[in-house]
Structure formats: structure tokens, C-alpha cells
């Protein structure tokens, strides 16, 4: 390289652990599909590549201990294909424009009622079910908002993707969950409470969502 190109950026945490998932998962899914020992040792090795990188990446993490992670986690076949697991979110709204908040008890920082998609319901079922059992509020679903990737906003313990829908309050009093929410409450656009999860990215759709705006889908646009 000459003295006159420019300097590539330097890595940031984020592309280390962004290379780490992405690693681990072809080296997982590898591991779940074959059958030959030569692969499963060269997968292996990828896959102790992929932990020293989110090691290195975290600084807090042994890399030999997420190796033996990341290993027990491996299937076989189908089952053993690693893809990001679903979360389905709720941004509830009341006639008051309005919108219905969580204090998550894990972290403290608020957020719009999530969880983990279950078997057995479907997305839009999982959004009103996890909205009752959080807030004691009842509401139904009226479209989907957005769909984000976790590992954009900035979550990489667990790959996932994020549906959220968009929902109308239709019922039920404010009784948050004894476990996993702290406090819960609804909140005016001038009025939100801090800290307040990744609110550049959703809060002004959400509102504008809430006050009948016709808006698209958000996302993740590809990466060029």
C-alpha cells in the first residue's frame, strides 16, 4: 500500500463480535451436518478461531470456557443449523397517544413489552400474550412496525431478530410482571423515561405509528 492510500478503519468491538457469531455459526453448523471426522476437526478449529475473537472482543470472556460453549450447543442435521432465534416485541398504544412501557427487571432499562417467540403461537399471538403477562394490559394486534437484527442495535449475547407489531390497548389495568418487569406505565413522546432502549431507532416511528400515521415496515437495509 502506498503512502498516499488511506488508512483502512480499525475494527470495532462490534465487527469482532460480528465476525466471532458469524464464525461460530459456519463452524456449528458444519459440526451438526458432517459426518467426517477431517471436517469436524478443521470446524472445530474454526470454532476456537471464533471464540478467541469474541474474547478478545468482550475482554471479559475465558476463550477456552466459550469454545466449550458454543461446542455443547451443536446438533445434528436440521437441528443442528444455527440461525438467530425470534423475539416479538409490542408497541402498545391507548386513545390518549400514549405509549405502553417496561422496565425490564434484568438491566433496568426501559423498553416497549418482549420476549422470546413460543411454540405452538403465532408472532402476532406471542405480541398480545407477552403484553398481558408483562403489564396486565390486553390489546390486539393491528400490523406489523418493524423487524430489526440484533446484532445492529447492538445485542450479540444471543443472535436474534426482532418482529414488532403494532398494537392498540383494547383493555385490562396496569399489573407488571412480579419477575421480569420492575415497573410499567404509559408515557407521553414528551415525557419518557430514562434510560430508554435504542430510542433514536424506533421512538418516532412508534409515536407517529400510535397517532395513525401510514408509515412502511422498518429494517435492516443490506449492508453493501
Known amino acids: 500500500m502506498s503512502s498516499s492510500e488511506p488508512t483502512p478503519p480499525a475494527p470495532t468491538r462490534n465487527d469482532l463480535l460480528n465476525w466471532s457469531e458469524a464464525l461460530s455459526a459456519i463452524a456449528r453448523t458444519g459440526l451438526g451436518f458432517t459426518e467426517s471426522l477431517y471436517e469436524r476437526e478443521r470446524f472445530d478449529e474454526v470454532l476456537a478461531v471464533a471464540s478467541q ?51 425490564r427487571s434484568d438491566s433496568g432499562i426501559w423498553l416497549y413489552p418482549t420476549g422470546w417467540a413460543d411454540v405452538g403461537y403465532s408472532a402476532s399471538e406471542v405480541a398480545e400474550k407477552e403484553v398481558r403477562e408483562e403489564t396486565g394490559v390486553e390489546c390486539e394486534v393491528e400490523r ?40 410499567v406505565g404509559w408515557f407521553k413522546r414528551d415525557a419518557l423515561p430514562d434510560p430508554l432502549a435504542s430510542a433514536e431507532l424506533w421512538v418516532d416511528h412508534a409515536y407517529a405509528a400510535i397517532d395513525g400515521a401510514s408509515s412502511e415496515v422498518l429494517f435492516d437495509a443490506p449492508r453493501r
Open 53 to 103: 475473537i469474541g474474547a478478545a472482543a468482550t475482554g471479559d470472556v475465558d476463550p477456552a470456557a466459550l469454545h466449550e460453549d458454543w461446542r455443547a450447543e451443536v446438533g445434528i442435521g436440521v437441528a443442528g443449523y444455527v440461525t438467530p432465534k425470534i423475539a416479538v416485541g409490542a408497541v402498545v398504544g391507548n386513545d390518549q397517544g400514549e405509549l405502553l412501557l417496561i422496565q
Open 144 to 183: 406489523v412496525l418493524a423487524i430489526f437484527d440484533g446484532s445492529r442495535r447492538g445485542f450479540h449475547r444471543i443472535p436474534l431478530y426482532s418482529i414488532v407489531f403494532l398494537c392498540r390497548a383494547v383493555g385490562g389495568e396496569l399489573n407488571p410482571h412480579p419477575l421480569e418487569v420492575t415497573d
